[in-house]
């Protein structure tokens, strides 16, 4: 005899688009989801045990289990769940996650939420890591919208040493390593040009030491 359990579920911190899909802010944290356990039953459930399943790398949830001692007859209770969205997560990129719902006489209620987050909000190039380096360090930045990227490299006069990225990007967090092996100790700058579809071209550059 299988005992009704209605579950309904918020997601703080994020926009809902349409009926089904949850936006989360990219590259945040303190983002909570609250499933609300509902027992539509006459008699009490003890010891429910809710769990987020199917989760993706780049979402960082404090705690995958919650537990409820006691569902009363009729009663409510929200089980919370916080995580953090990493900034490697796939932007704009639908992910189903589960919660499954168990009582300890193995009755099971599944709720499905779909997620996608959001593409950040600025163009930003980040200082290399390491630095100072030795022979090699990685450039990481962030696009808004897809984007045709060139992240070349420079000596202090203006001399092109290497072209790292000439190509397609998607909107979302990135990393490109140089290795510097074959060029001599020093200052050189690094520069990111990213064009969209729509012809607007941001650029930034940012300077770094190599030491051998």
């Not at 926009?15 to 039953?41: D, H, K, R, W």
């Not at 916080?82 to 589960?98: E, G, I, M, R, Y």
């Not at 599944?110 to 163009?123: D, L, Q, R, Y």
Request: with cysteine; glycine share 4%; hydrophobic share 40%.
């Amino acid at each position: 005899h299988m005992r009704t359990l209605i579950v309904s579920i918020a997601v703080v911190g994020s926009v809902a688009l349409g009926q089904t899909t949850y936006q989360l802010p990219f590259a945040s944290s303190g983002n909570t989801i609250e499933l609300a356990v509902a027992n539509t039953a006459t008699i009490p459930l003890t010891a429910v045990k809710v769990e987020a399943t199917n989760l993706p790398s780049w979402l960082k949830f404090a705690a995958t289990e919650q537990r409820i001692a006691l569902l009363k007859a009729q009663q409510e209770i929200p089980a919370t769940f916080t995580f953090s969205v990493d900034k490697t997560a796939p932007v704009q990129k639908s992910q189903t996650l589960k919660f499954v719902i168990s009582s300890p006489t193995g009755e099971k209620w599944m709720k499905e939420i779909t997620v996608a987050v959001a593409a950040p909000e600025k163009f930003e190039v980040f200082q290399n890591f390491p630095n100072p380096f030795n022979p090699s360090t990685t450039i990481s930045y962030q696009l808004t919208t897809n984007s045709k990227v060139n992240l070349k490299i420079f000596n202090m006069l203006g001399q092109e040493v290497a072209s790292l990225v000439d190509g397609d990007r998607l909107a979302g967090y990135h990393q490109e390593m140089w290795d510097a092996t074959r060029c001599s100790s020093g200052v050189y700058v690094y520069q990111v040009i990213a064009s969209d579809d729509h012809g607007t071209k941001q650029v930034a550059r940012k300077r770094m030491l190599f030491l051998k």
